[in-house]
């Protein structure tokens, strides 16, 4: 640890000046014109694997952005992890209100400004950092060390998800710990590992009444509204406590383990301040839960937007001829989303009134994930992260969905770790993007200490 | 009779250049381009009055269009009749879709084309042709004829809902029957009165939830949905069979009678025809009235639109800060506005859930009307209807709204009869508007028998 600390302490300068060069790319995969730019992204991170890492590395075409692929010799008898990262960013719209440029990091009260500097360049790119020290402070990787950035993460991760669905790719990216570096501390000094994520499905109901707008005073009383039919449906989705009342739905939840309940409580999360800071006097749901457990461990349902007749100034005395509702349910692992969308149809098609006909389109679905709290590669990652922040991590378990972190799991069927270095107020997907330097250091020094760990896991 | 008709057909030529005179000023209330418009039509209607009807007759200023005023003298022992018409037109936009130029009348395959042939110059031109008629084949009026011509109909009769709120201007319309000529025959053959009108009442609902959209994956069960929340008390306003559940707001409401029921059942309405029409495969409504009975004699509950959220393509994982749905309540007559507005605040009050803040804003309201089936002046206008078409009118309580004509009578305290000679097909507020020539002499007949039917009504 001294070797490597000192390490670090010496090439301070030479790390920053690495994560400078990659940080000046700017790689917004949302944008056509940056297309040279992606590119000279990944190829700048396949030589940072193959010179100063010493790892055999390529991109990979797809038919969006290359994925970049490397890995270091198999070791026989030890496990292997794959990292997992992505080297596309968030546009830098809207440009105006940056303070600095966006693609020229800049170092201010020992933060680093930067469109990527934390989501997800820094992060990776310390990663990186940290497996140069280990090579050139203690020796060659007790395990074998596999790299896999792709550049599409913004945009869907589509590339990756089609080069998933191949077996012969899986065996390349065959993995014990899948270690994903694109998530959050629970603050500057206090680590986290996120071992859920939930998943995610969309929707959008779309209800069809009379063939046009009728005038609500000649026909009112007489039609069914579908703005009224579309409001009964959703109403009828969750009961007073927030609990989905679609037949079947809870019926693959897997009960909160006592071990995950004490992780929830760990949290030193504060439901006042929660309340004050997103403006409401009241929170609300499955009573039975606390705050974090319904937003973490439980499913939900939330209608994202509705759309009917007259939306402007003043009125129109108008029965709307359609309406409709984007809505999504987030789930809990082991829900199966094929099923939960037949479910959630059959529930839907029983509550359509006369003179009403339905359209509903699932457009998106990914399951959730939970790592076991007490699997080998989550308890040595703990370890290490004590080791760097002088406490014990938090184990959370997120209420967001990053579908691609649940799909690679599951083909490689490997021990998801999410240990995370971004702060909270690091303004990712907004202007005036940061990464403190101490957020940077921190995640060098676990990414140095991490291949012994998890070398020795048991 | 016979001298009535042979003066009509004598006088075909001279009825119409007076009333395409009318038609070629574009007197649109909601141009001000056209304010000038507004006055010529005014002080052509008031010289009418004048010159060929003998009539006191002037402008009266008001803070928009002036109204026009005339009166014929006072009968000693017979009744006062007040006209009431608009002088102004909807615009003619879109003018790509005319086939005939918007203001210049064209007659084709025996209709009149242009803006305002029927809505609403054509109906009360005819009116004052009829009075002419009157006054040259038989002698002067047998009662006291005023005539109340707005010019702000289209936009509300902001004006003329104010002159009346003075007891003076009461005084000077007094009447004992209020004639409107604004509404619809059932069929080019078969005559109508409409004796009843709903009131309509419009709201817009807001809800607040969390100071800005949220991440559903990061809060999603543990913040109540603004969209929900709206959905739920939309749903909580009608039962399944379209039963208000607001308490107490059937209060008022009387039972309709036995000759209404019987009025309501002698339309040859063709609910197959109409289900058709607008395109449903089920009507709707409370079971125990028919559809045009749930139409123009029951209170009713629409959402004319709803707001919230993410509307554009795709998806947006939001739970929105705010929720919004504008509705109205059509009323029926004996029902109070700001009672029935005080009944659903505080359902609406009752229904809100933590974390939710409403905003309810009441933008207009007016009660509806209903004129006795048995009135005198309903049952004289309905013996000349009998005469000039040859068969008896039907009797219709519309499910519209006409605001001013519910206070006109309200304020003056008279029988409102409503005769109108427009067809379903005219296309009034659309282009091409016509007034079918039928139409029109068969109103001038109307009124030109109408004034001994009144002055005799019992």
């Known amino acids: 640890m001294e070797k490597v600390f000192h390490y670090i302490e010496e090439n301070k300068d030479a790390f920053l000046k690495e994560w400078f060069e990659v940080l000046r790319i700017p790689s917004v995969s949302a944008v056509k014109e940056h297309k040279s730019d992606m590119i000279k992204t990944g190829e700048w991170a396949r030589d940072f694997l193959q010179e100063k890492l010493g790892m055999s590395a390529r991109l990979i075409p797809t038919a969006g952005n290359p994925l970049v692929y490397g890995e270091s010799p198999k070791i026989p008898g030890a496990p292997t992890v794959l990292l997992y990262g992505h080297y596309d960013v968030q546009p830098e719209d809207p440009i105006s209100e940056w303070r600095t440029p966006p693609f020229e990091p800049t170092i201010l009260d020992g933060k680093v400004y930067c469109r990527g500097a934390n989501d997800d360049k820094g992060q990776w790119c310390a990663q990186l950092c940290g497996m140069q020290t280990y090579l050139n402070a203690i020796g060659s990787f007790p395990l074998q060390v596999k790299v896999l950035l792709e550049g599409e993460e913004e945009v869907g991760s589509g590339s990756l998800s089609s080069f998933l669905d191949s077996n012969e790719n899986c065996e390349l990216l065959a993995c014990d710990a899948l270690l994903v570096s694109d998530t959050s501390a629970a603050g500057p000094s206090l680590p986290a590992i996120t071992y859920g994520l939930r998943g995610v499905m969309s929707f959008e ?37 927030g609990k989905i009342q679609i037949p079947g739905f809870y019926d693959d939840v897997e009960p909160l383990s006592e ?20 403006g ?85 679905g990914s399951g959730g994930m939970v790592a076991p709290l007490d699997g080998k590669f989550i308890q040595a990652a703990s370890a290490v992260l004590e080791q760097v922040y002088g406490v014990k991590p938090l184990y959370v378990r997120d209420g967001g969905s990053i579908p691609i972190v649940a799909k690679l799991r599951d083909r490689l069927n490997a021990e998801a770790t999410l240990v995370g270095f971004g702060l909270d107020d690091d303004g990712i997907h907004s202007p005036n993007e940061k990464f403190n330097l101490d957020s940077f250091f921190n995640a060098v020094k676990t990414s140095a200490l991490l291949w012994d760990a998890f070398a020795n896991a048991k």
Chains 1, 2 share one sequence.
Do not use: C
Request: proline share 8%.
């Open 205 to 241: 109901l779309k209800l069809h009444g009379p063939n046009r707008d009728l005038h609500s005073g000649v026909y009112g009383g007489s039609v069914y509204n579908p703005a009224i039919a579309l409001s009964k449906i959703i109403a009828a989705m969750i009961d007073e406590n």
């Open 280 to 364: 409401i006097d009241a929170e609300f749901g499955e009573p039975e839960f606390t705050t974090l457990e319904r937003r973490g461990g439980r499913p939900s349902f939330d209608v994202n937007g509705l759309t009917s007749g007259y939306q402007g100034e003043g009125g129109k005395t108008i029965i709307p001829a359609w309406a409709s509702a984007k809505f999504t349910f987030r789930t809990v692992p082991n829900m199966e989303p094929l099923k939960i969308k037949a479910q959630a149809e059959a529930y839907i098609k029983s509550l359509i009134p006369p003179g009403i006909t339905m359209e509903l389109t699932y457009s998106q």
């Open 259 to 278: 071990l995950e309940r004490k992780a929830f409580a760990a949290n030193p999360f504060d439901p006042e301040k929660n309340k004050e800071q997103i």
